[in-house]
């Protein structure tokens, strides 16, 4: 079967940098993706790799190795606002446009 | 553009009622997803629809019946809502390759 882990919590500081992990088991790696969910929203969409290497979108950067089953969401320049649960997702095994979601990293970012 | 739209934002009901979720979308995608969410936890595939007039399980379909109406509209019904069905409901779109676009959700207590 498919799963993914990510730790539960991690916190940081503001102006820090902060890695969330993500580890996965899959048959069919189509990529990964990450999305981020404040308190009472919903999930937003970040970024996604399907190749190896690092993908930069301002203050976030995402890394993929599909040797290791390995993913990394790096943030950087932490602000208040990064405050927010954090989650990776790998397409289903059947290939198909479903997601399937690790259960979340919940960053507490303090001043 | 509103993009993906839910209603109703808040519900309660009694254990045994029945209610449907509404779920509309104006980005023109073909696939739209049922999810839900429990506290502390990542987001379940209860139903998607690939495309208009397509519907299927995903993880946790127990207790749901879903409606393509058209391309635009995707409707989550409860027969007889449960306590176990105490949940958030996000619904979504997704467009290719990787990005999910979900909507404000629904949150749902069943007493």
């Known amino acids: 079967g498919q799963s993914l882990e990510q730790p539960s919590e991690v916190t940081a500081v503001e102006g820090a940098i902060v890695q969330i992990n993500c580890t996965y088991q899959t048959s069919g790696f189509y990529g990964l993706s990450w999305y981020q969910q404040h308190d009472g929203g919903a999930p937003t969409f970040l970024s996604y790799n399907a190749l190896d290497g690092l993908e930069e979108t301002g203050r976030f950067s995402s890394f993929l190795s599909r040797s290791d089953s390995y993913g990394y969401l790096l943030l950087q320049e932490l602000q208040m606002k990064d405050s927010a649960s954090y989650f990776c997702?790998?397409?289903?095994?059947?290939?198909?446009?479903?997601?399937?979601f690790g259960t979340g990293t919940r960053l507490l970012v303090s001043p | 553009n509103a993009g993906v739209t839910q209603t109703p934002k808040f519900q309660v009901l009694k254990t045994g009622q029945s209610m449907t979720l509404q779920c509309a979308q104006d980005m023109n995608h073909n696939s739209m997803y049922w999810y839900r969410q429990d506290p502390g936890m990542g987001l379940r595939l209860i139903y998607y629809s690939a495309s208009e007039g397509t519907t299927d399980k995903g993880e946790v379909p127990n207790g749901y019946n879903v409606s393509r109406l058209n391309k635009r509209e995707f409707s989550l019904r409860l027969e007889s809502a449960a306590p176990s069905q105490t949940s958030v409901y996000f619904c979504?779109?997704?467009?290719?390759?990787?990005?999910?676009?979900f909507g404000p959700g629904t949150r749902l207590l069943v007493l």
């Open positions: 979504a779109t997704h467009r290719v390759p990787e990005t999910q676009y």
């Open positions: 997702a790998v397409r289903d095994e059947a290939g198909f446009q479903k997601l399937v």
